[in-house]
């Protein structure tokens, strides 16, 4: 009886074993084979070069991504920006054109992590959309624009139009702010030439209504 009992336990204990080995390769191996037997989308693995276009400091990244059917791993380096040489590790997946990864730090001591969302664009040489993020600086989640670019030229070429915008938009803001100067100061000659014509006007009605003195009047009585 207690062979018995110690038999079942032991058959039992390897079928669990056997079952959770075979749902990891099943998963592991089996799933991903299937998938990339099948896979009809873009091949997006490889080095990409990022942009964000939003921020001053314009950030830049190395991107190195691994796909094994839809899923999707990789590894992001800043190489550009306030966190120059932070690494952030990728996880996500690729369908329908779309490619959604989650990063965070490879530092355990900082919390930095978030969101990426982009489509692909110009036959898979371009990951074009948005970056959500927490900012450990500010304490607050933000978003904003953010290119994967297959080829180091066309980021180059990117950030060359982006700097040249920002630069342009700049210019006007410095001829806006010398308009606005030069009609403060035509506005304030304005005035002070309208106060001096005043002045004169009240200094001609004041002469011509103002009256005689006494010496006048007496000299016009001795007449």
């Known amino acids: 009886m207690r062979e018995n009992i110690i038999a079942g336990l032991v058959s039992g204990l390897f079928v669990t074993i056997f079952a959770f080995a075979f749902r990891a390769f099943w998963h592991a191996v089996i799933i991903p084979w299937f998938e990339e037997r099948v896979y009809k989308d873009v091949k997006i693995e490889g080095k990409w070069f990022t942009l964000h276009t939003e921020e001053l400091n314009e950030r830049q990244e190395v991107v190195q991504l691994k796909r094994h ?3 999707v791993s990789g590894l992001m380096t800043c190489i550009e920006g306030p966190d120059q040489g932070e690494e952030y590790i990728l996880n996500g997946s690729f369908r329908n054109m779309v490619l959604s990864l989650h990063y965070e ?3 355990v001591k900082s919390t930095d992590r978030g969101a990426i969302t982009l489509r692909c664009k110009r036959n898979g040489e371009q990951l074009v959309g948005k ?3 927490y900012d450990t ?3 607050e989640i933000s978003s904003a624009n953010i290119y994967f670019f297959r080829y180091k030229s066309a980021q180059e070429e ?3 139009m982006v700097r040249g915008r920002r630069q342009l938009r700049k210019d006007l803001v410095e001829q806006r702010r010398e308009v606005e100067e030069s009609l403060k100061r035509v506005e304030t000659e304005s005035d002070a030439g309208s106060e ?3 002045n004169a006007k009240k200094e001609g009605e004041i002469a011509v209504f103002k009256l005689p003195d006494k010496d006048s009047e007496e000299s016009g ?3």
């Open 131 to 133: 970056i959500a993020n």
């Open 221 to 223: 009585c001795n007449d």
């Open 105 to 107: 730090t490879s530092d």
């Open 137 to 139: 600086l500010t304490e």
């Open 158 to 160: 990117m950030l060359s």
């Open 69 to 71: 059917g839809h899923s």
């Open 196 to 198: 001096q014509q005043v």
